[in-house]
């Protein structure tokens, strides 16, 4: 048996974040804390980082912890900048965070969703990595499948339905693991089944005319690996308050 932490969307030292109250290096620190506490050994980041200047703060927390973590790319993230701090070993002419990882009944695929938009070349990687009798976990920051809310509606992922119809395809199970919409959220379709996750910094209406927050509370998802399942659960906290 296999527990990864899921974390996501952390938007360090953003505005809207500051705007609004969030302690995001805070929500962090208790985030990782409650994964040390757990004996969980390894972390799945799935995007949103936040400002340029943070990336070197976030990497170095994952080090300090002795975690072993690997990172997708969302839409706040820039390639660019990550690399310097963060590279699994990609090949020298890649210019996105996509890559696999294998264990001995699952292949781990993550997918680098930075451009809003699927690239051609990580289709054609994905159709080839989905040459395997393993079931498939899938990392990536925005959701694949539909979810009918407001966030992806408002901010969604060009050329998602190119990659559910590759994973419909495929016929054995595949478990995708996203962030993106501030929310927790779990969605099936066929042989594909979807979990968003919470945001570290701060979660979104589901449901609303426009993308607006909802409330301050955060966390994180516990994924549990065994030969013939993938099960998860949702670990919140409340926002933390001032103290005078």
């Avoid at 995001?24 to 409650?34: Q, T, V």
């Avoid at 990172?71 to 020298?92: C, M, Q, R, W």
């Avoid at 779990?186 to 570290?200: D, I, L, M, W, Y």
């Avoid at 005319?209 to 993938?230: A, Q, W």
Wanted: glycine residues 4%; hydrophobic residues 35%.
């Amino acid at each position: 048996m296999k527990k990864i932490a899921h974390i996501t969307d952390i938007h360090l030292e953003e505005q809207f974040s500051i705007d609004n109250g969030v302690k995001a290096k805070e929500n962090l620190r208790i985030i990782l804390n409650d994964v040390v506490e757990r004996n969980i050994e390894e972390i799945v980041f799935t995007g949103d980082i936040g400002t340029k200047e943070s990336n070197e703060w976030l990497f170095d927390s994952f080090k300090k912890y002795n975690l072993n973590f690997k990172v997708t790319l969302g839409n706040h993230d820039s390639f660019a900048e990550a690399i310097k701090f963060y590279n699994p070993g990609l090949l020298k002419e890649r210019s996105e965070l996509f890559y696999t990882s294998e264990g001995e009944y699952f292949k781990y695929l993550f997918l680098d969703t930075s451009s809003s938009e699927i690239s051609q070349s990580q289709l054609s990687w994905l159709q080839n990595e989905l040459n395997t009798d393993k079931k498939i976990i899938m990392f990536v920051h925005h959701p694949i499948l539909e979810t009918n809310t407001t966030p992806q509606r408002e901010y969604p992922l060009i050329g998602n339905d190119k990659i559910n119809s590759k994973l419909q395809k495929f016929g054995k199970d595949v478990y995708i693991f996203c962030g993106h919409l501030h929310m927790d959220d779990e969605h099936s379709e066929g042989n594909v089944k979807q979990f968003v996750t919470p945001a570290v910094s701060f979660q979104a209406k589901k449901y609303s005319e426009t993308s607006e927050k909802d409330n301050l509370n955060f966390g994180y998802r516990i994924v549990t690996i065994t030969k013939d399942e993938v099960l998860s659960e949702i670990k919140m906290f409340a926002p933390i308050q001032n103290k005078f």
